[in-house]
Each structure stands twice: as structure tokens, then as C-alpha cells.
């Protein structure tokens, strides 16, 4: 049998497999040696083919697909460095546990090693970054090599997916020549197999664990439901229920879905503005925790369980550590669901004043946070967007400065806006291809970033020129790492600051939007700034509004706020000490 035909044969019967297996999207970087791969994906003819010419962007496309369709992504490129470009993304979809198939296409055995032109070594080239890894053999078209080929590829859909999501690596190695023959019969496999796979998780704690958390939680009496990121929409209502329960108060994470319930009396969603004071957190006292999801987005959070010995109980789909307190903790795995709707059963007691506490100081916080809304800051920018955002739409928020923004000024509402972000490792790159995306199933995506982070990830705009996308990208521009201006590397005797962190590009952003044929949109106030985004959701298509901030304005508003809830969080606790002395 030539070689072409076995490598046609046996690619051919992999490419099936991952779409008889659930793969949908393929995103490609066009390189040589990934030719089989390539054109059998594009000639295959169901699959959403994505061609991205930077591997970094593609990445990071692929992985803000694989967020919004909660399906497992093809990532497809050649070999050398091309791959190398990939390993932020994997290390994002590690953290963030996102189903990414990442095939490379590789030099032969005969090539590696010898000096042959773009080989590298990519034998385990993400290390421990992917949840398997495999060196696939070279093609060969007998009926043992066929089906080898196509357990691989179910094999890829399945360990992308469960017991929970992540990256999967398989490295190809082809010999020239590289193009498949389509007239072959039979490239597909004679029949196509659907595998069935039956997945089950224990869900249901047995007697004896429920009793022994029964007796762990005990007297405890000021107790905090926390839900940070995760990616099930349904548990939400599970973690309402145990709440309701329980009467015990929720800190709701920006990606917990859970901020898109509108008057729920249960949700804290100004927690972190409320725990920024330490007098406040020592006067709290809480005694225990429920974790579900990774750790939120707030400090002050972090800061709280860390400084006393909280009773603290984790969920998660397996067993895990995602506990940065570095304190203990009791941890509970399997299907965060079923354990909140077991646990609603116990019988648990919270100090009668515990919940009106939490919503008067989320209340009177909330109307803090809200005052003076129509000055533009950065703070306001969320605010803004939050008024005018389209029902059922998504807000994809970038790191740094941003994500703690929308922590911190984005309240519950009945919009039902999906909220995304890469908390996972928490990087600056990558944030406008994956908000892009997310763009893919048609939503309008609404995506806030920095400066930096922009400028980082601007060749992801490229997607952009040959594809329709509905996207608004509300720019803050405070000429720099705005974060860096809240930490002790900005006093004033730094005088290396705006060197080193500060870091001015001076980038004219009207340009840069030009360049990819962007509606742009420079706003000074806030009624300019609602007009832009009214506007940019009206038109579709895809839209930048720059708006311009002063870093050291910005440091003093945000902090007068703090300031002034620190006071009044102070108050009502007073208050409430006083009344139960009464």
C-alpha cells in the first residue's frame, strides 16, 4: 500500500472520529508539515473550519470557543515553534479547565534531532499543562492502524472532558509527501462509529459523610456561602436553594452565574468592597465557609480566611487543592449540585441576625458604589455598561484593573448576561481572541480591557478582516498597568515607577482601530460614553470605545469609596452589636 493512501486512509479515519465523538470547531494556523491534517479537516466538510495565522491567537480563539459552547476545540498547526505559541493558552485552559484538542504536526524520527529545519522537540512539550499526552505513530492504513487512529481521537474528545475538562496534546509525526488523496475509497472508514460512552460520578454522599459534616459544622453559627468561578450555569440554583436553607448569605464571584438573579435576597455581591477593611473582617467574625467553585476574584476574601481559623468546607468535581489560603480546610468532591441540594438537608442553625447583617451592609454599600455613577470612571465604565448591554448577551472581562471593576460594580439583574474571563492563570494575553471566541454561536460579546492588554493581544483582531462577528470593546486607557498604581511598587519615592510598571505606550488607539477597519469611538463624559455603546449595539458588527483615564485620579476615587464603606460597614455593625445586647 503506497504512502499516500495510508497516510490519506489513516488521518481520514481520525478526522471522522473526532466528529462522530462530538468535535464541531477546528481552529487552524496554516503551516506545511500539518498539511494532512489541514486539508483532510477542510475537505471533511462538517466541521466550522477558524484559520488564525498566529498560533498565540489561535490558542486562545479556540479556547473562548470551547468556553461559550462547552465543547471540546481542535487546535491545529505545523511544527517548530508554531506549537510553543500555543502554551499560554494550554496553560490557561489547565487552570480553567477547557476542553482543547491540540493536534501538532511533527518532523519524522529519521528528521529530529539532525538539524533538519523547524524541529524542535515536541515530545511532552506542555509538561504536566495537558491532562494526556500522545506521540501518535506514523500512518499506516491496516485495519489495526484504522482503528488505532480512531480510539485516539475518541480517546482526545473523552480526556478533554471528563472527569473534568482540560487539554489533551497528540503530536504527529508525517513523511513527505504531505497531500492526502481524496479519490481513495474508503477515506473516511467504511462506516462511521459513534462510540458510547457512559459517564457516571458518584453524586450522592453516603450516610456516614453527611453525619460526619453534620458533627464538623457543630455550633457554628456566622456562616458564608462562596461561590466563585466555575463553568455549570445550573448550580447556581442548587447553591440558591442551600442558602435558603440554611439562611445563610452568598458572595456571589462575578463568574459564579449567579449575579444574573435579579432581587434575590440571598446574594452578596459587594463583598469585596465590604471585607477591603480589616476592622471590618475581624468584627464579622465568620466561622465558616462554603466554597464552591475556585477561589474568587476578591483579595479581601483571600485576606478574611486567611487571618483566622475559619472552618472551611471545599467542593469540587474531584479531589483538589484550590486553596491558596494555605490554611486548613475539609474537602468535599463530586457533583457540586447534588452535594449542595444533600447538604440543604442538614440541619443548620445561623445566628438569627446573621443574613439582615450581610444585606443591610450589602444594601447601604451598593448605594455608595452607585453614587456619582454618571462621572466616567473606571469604575462607572462598568456601570455604563451594565445599564445599556443587550438582554442574553455576553461580557467578557480582561484582567488586572478590570475583572476587580466589575467585582466591585457590576449588581444583580434579570439581563441574564453570561460572564466570562481567563481566571485561570490570570494573564494579560490572549483576552481579545478568546473574548472573540466567545463571539462564535452569533451572541453580541462585550469585552472590557486595559491598555496593556490590549496592545498585548492585538494581533487577534486579524480574525476580524475574514470573519463577521458581533463584539464592543470598551478600551480603558489610563496609559499604562493601572493595577500597579493600588500596590506599593507606585510610592512616590519609586523612582523607577512608570519605567518599570507604569510602562506608557503611547499608542494613538484611533489608529489601531483603523488598521483593522474598527468602528472606533472616542468618549469624554457619560452621556457621550452611552451614546457609543448604544450606538456600537444597535450597528453590530465590531466597535472600539476608548475611554481615558488619569491613573492617579482614578487610585483616589476608588479609594474615597473604600473609604466610605469601611465607615459605614463599621456603623452597621455597631448598630447590630447594640441590638443583640438589647
Request: aromatic content about 10%.
Amino acid at each position: 500500500m503506497s504512502h499516500i493512501t495510508s497516510l490519506t486512509k489513516y488521518v481520514g479515519n481520525f478526522v471522522d472520529q473526532l466528529y462522530q465523538s462530538g468535535v464541531r470547531h477546528v481552529v487552524v494556523s496554516p503551516g506545511s508539515r500539518s498539511t494532512p491534517l489541514a486539508l483532510t479537516f477542510a475537505e471533511y466538510g462538517a466541521f466550522k473550519l477558524w484559520v488564525d495565522i498566529d498560533e498565540r491567537s489561535a490558542g486562545f480563539f479556540g479556547l473562548g470557543i470551547a468556553k461559550e459552547t462547552k465543547q471540546a476545540v481542535v487546535l491545529v498547526c505545523s511544527s517548530g515553534t508554531a506549537a510553543a505559541n500555543y502554551f499560554p493558552a494550554i496553560i490557561e485552559a489547565y487552570y480553567s479547565r477547557i476542553p482543547l484538542i491540540v493536534l501538532t504536526a511533527d518532523r519524522p524520527h529519521e528528521l529530529r534531532d539532525v538539524g533538519a529545519p523547524q524541529a524542535i522537540d515536541q515530545i511532552k512539550i506542555y509538561g504536566n499543562y495537558v491532562k494526556w499526552f500522545q506521540e501518535m505513530a506514523l500512518p499506516e492504513a491496516t485495519e489495526n492502524m484504522l482503528q488505532y487512529a480512531r480510539n485516539h481521537g475518541d480517546r482526545a474528545v473523552q480526556q478533554s472532558l471528563f472527569p473534568i475538562k482540560g487539554p489533551v496534546h497528540l503530536n504527529f509525526p508525517f513523511r513527505e509527501p504531505l497531500i492526502p488523496d481524496f479519490t481513495e475509497n474508503d477515506v473516511w472508514g467504511a462506516t462511521s462509529q459513534e462510540v458510547t460512552h457512559f459517564h457516571t460520578r458518584k453524586s450522592q454522599l453516603d450516610q456516614t459523610t453527611i453525619a460526619a459534616i453534620q458533627n464538623k459544622i457543630g455550633e457554628s453559627r456566622r456562616g458564608l456561602i462562596v461561590c466563585g468561578p466555575h463553568d455549570d450555569p445550573k448550580l447556581a440554583e442548587s447553591i440558591l436553594q442551600l442558602a435558603k436553607a440554611w439562611q445563610m448569605p452568598i458572595l456571589a464571584d462575578p463568574l459564579s452565574y449567579l449575579r444574573d438573579v435579579k432581587n434575590e435576597d440571598f446574594l452578596i455581591e459587594s463583598y469585596d468592597s465590604i471585607l477591603k477593611s480589616k476592622q471590618v473582617r475581624e468584627r464579622l467574625n465568620v466561622d465558616i465557609v462554603i466554597r464552591f467553585g475556585a477561589m474568587p476574584v476578591s483579595k479581601a476574601f483571600l485576606q478574611l480566611v486567611q487571618e483566622k481559623n475559619i472552618l472551611q468546607f471545599i467542593i469540587d468535581e474531584e479531589i483538589s487543592y484550590r486553596n491558596p489560603s494555605i490554611k486548613g480546610a475539609d474537602y468535599i468532591d463530586g457533583h457540586p449540585q447534588e452535594i449542595a441540594r444533600q447538604l440543604a438537608q442538614l440541619s443548620v442553625s445561623m445566628d438569627s441576625s446573621w443574613l439582615s447583617l450581610w444585606q443591610s451592609l450589602n444594601k447601604q454599600t451598593k448605594e455608595i458604589l452607585a453614587r456619582d455613577h454618571q462621572l466616567l470612571t473606571e469604575g462607572t465604565a462598568v456601570q455604563g455598561i451594565q445599564s445599556s448591554i443587550p438582554k442574553e448577551s455576553t461580557l467578557f472581562v480582561g484582567n488586572s484593573m478590570p475583572i476587580r471593576d466589575v467585582d466591585t460594580f457590576w449588581f444583580a439583574s434579570d439581563k441574564e448576561i453570561t460572564i466570562y474571563a481567563n481566571r485561570g492563570a490570570n494573564g494579560i494575553d490572549g483576552i481579545l481572541s478568546t473574548a472573540i471566541g466567545t463571539a462564535v454561536t452569533g451572541k453580541h460579546v462585550t469585552l472590557l480591557v486595559g491598555d496593556i492588554s490590549f496592545l498585548h493581544s492585538m494581533n487577534g483582531l486579524l480574525l476580524t478582516k475574514n470573519y463577521s462577528f458581533n463584539l464592543t470593546i470598551v478600551l480603558i486607557n489610563n496609559q499604562g498597568g493601572g493595577i500597579f498604581s493600588f500596590l506599593p511598587q507606585a510610592q512616590a519615592e519609586n523612582v523607577h515607577y512608570e519605567m518599570l510598571f507604569g510602562t506608557p505606550q503611547h499608542i494613538s488607539m484611533e489608529k489601531a482601530a483603523a488598521l483593522y477597519d474598527i468602528d472606533y469611538h472616542a468618549v469624554e463624559d457619560w452621556q457621550q460614553y452611552l451614546s457609543a455603546l448604544n450606538i456600537s449595539y444597535m450597528k453590530g458588527g465590531v466597535s472600539l470605545i476608548e475611554v481615558q483615564t488619569i491613573r492617579d485620579e482614578n487610585v483616589n476615587w476608588h479609594r474615597t469609596k473604600w473609604q466610605e464603606i469601611e465607615k459605614n460597614s463599621l456603623s452597621v455593625l455597631e448598630e447590630n452589636s447594640d441590638a443583640r445586647q438589647d
